[in-house]
């Protein structure tokens, strides 16, 4: 017995496009014609169908496909086991990028809601970079530290961003002007900066000893993406993060001696997570 294309991709739930995809590909030539030369497929054409389907369903390309039945002897099981090797990393990828879909959900459920044009008219230049928050949710997000800072910067209002930014921009501007001047890193109008940016972290976000803020100054000096939380591309200048680091150190010893770093808080926590206005890197 024998059947149209028709029939048959009905039956196995292909186009007939496919067939006759498989059919100029030498993957699946129907065994018989009709006296008007149409495609007629009978039993062993059906079961080879249902061998190229099954390789197909587990992400074999036609090429490795016509090689596998191409030969009868060849070793079949070589080729699926290649193929489970590959099935698990990549259930293993989509289970990371899961992962990923998940904290990132978690960040963006938390901040406040603006407008395009109430996000620039406080936050200017500064952006919000997904990427990082993910990380630093991955990293510290099962810190109280951490916690508290997200929880307090997602319960801001409007006004208390604008007021928290104005008094960031300030301190920029007085950070850029040390450095421009030649200000020593470990001088004293330079480690009252950083002394003013721990005391900023600590009313806006969560209390901020010494320790606490050398981790950030880490972070900022060794991640872009931290460092253009407080200052924007459009103002840094080659050395300032590092600058800015050793300045928090020398504050740090200056209040407390050689003290140890913690990493219960991310700099995440000094913008806004307001999906909106996010940037994925």
Not at 73 to 87: E, S, V
Not at 105 to 120: A, L, S
Not at 155 to 183: I, P, Q, T, V
Not at 250 to 275: C, E, F, I, Q, W
Request: some cysteine; hydrophobic content about 40%.
């Amino acid at each position: 017995m024998s059947y149209t294309v028709g029939q048959v991709a009905a039956v196995a739930g292909v186009t007939v496009r496919t067939l006759h995809h498989y059919d100029k590909a030498g993957l699946l030539a129907p065994g018989e014609r009709s006296p008007a030369g149409y495609r007629r497929y009978g039993d062993v054409d059906l079961a080879r169908l249902q061998q190229i389907l099954f390789y197909r369903e587990l992400g074999f390309p036609l090429d490795e496909i016509a090689e596998i039945l191409a030969d009868p002897q060849a070793n079949a099981l070589d080729h699926l086991r290649a193929r489970q090797r590959q099935l698990t990393q990549e259930i293993g990828r989509l289970r990371r990028l899961t992962e990923e879909a998940e904290r990132a959900i978690e960040v963006q459920q938390t901040g406040v809601v603006m407008t395009p044009e109430e996000r620039f008219e406080v936050f200017g230049e500064i952006t919000f970079d997904l990427s990082y928050a993910v990380d630093a949710q991955r990293k510290w997000g099962d810190s109280t530290g951490h916690r508290e800072a997200m929880a307090r910067a997602g319960a801001h209002s409007k006004e208390d961003w604008r007021l928290l930014m104005a008094e960031a921009a300030a301190w920029r501007r007085d950070l850029l002007s040390a450095f421009d001047d030649g200000e020593p890193a470990d001088g004293e109008r330079a480690m009252d900066i950083a002394e003013a940016h721990r005391l900023h972290l600590t009313r806006w976000f969560v209390p901020c000893p010494p320790g606490m803020h050398r981790r950030i100054a880490d972070d900022i000096t060794t991640d872009p993406r931290a460092f253009a939380l407080f200052v924007p591309p459009s103002q840094q200048r080659p050395g300032l993060a590092a600058y800015l680091g050793r300045a928090v150190h020398a504050n740090a010893v200056r209040h407390l001696g050689a003290v140890p770093a913690t990493t219960s808080m991310s700099t995440s926590a000094a913008a806004p997570n307001d999906s909106s206005q996010s940037r994925k890197r």
